[in-house]
């Protein structure tokens, strides 16, 4: 399985914006096969700090995911308007 958290620092002016392509994102991926689990969490400490944490069966499933229209469409919207960094982590089942 595959892990990926998705750290995404937004200003205030944006971030409704963001959460709203964050979710439309987060309702398509669960539907898409290999998904394990996929979710949004904001800090409770810092207002500007979302993450995205996602779980994907395999890399074959995590490929077509990253190559969606739903992703292409939805990071880009996050890209141009908020700071995003991926952790990475590969785990043996």
């Known amino acids: 399985m595959i892990r990926i958290n998705c750290f995404i620092k937004v200003n205030e002016e944006n971030r409704q914006k963001v959460l709203e ?3 439309r994102l987060t309702e ?22 979302l993450m995205i944490c996602e779980t994907w069966a395999d890399r074959a499933s995590l490929d077509a995911h990253s190559n969606s229209k739903v992703f292409h469409d939805e990071v880009s919207i996050m890209h141009a308007n908020a700071e995003m960094k991926l952790e990475t982590f590969e785990m043996n089942k």
Do not use: N
């Open 21 to 23: 392509a964050a979710k």
């Open 28 to 49: 398509a991926s669960l539907k898409q096969e290999g998904c394990v689990a996929y979710d949004i969490y904001e800090s409770a400490t810092r207002r500007e700090v």
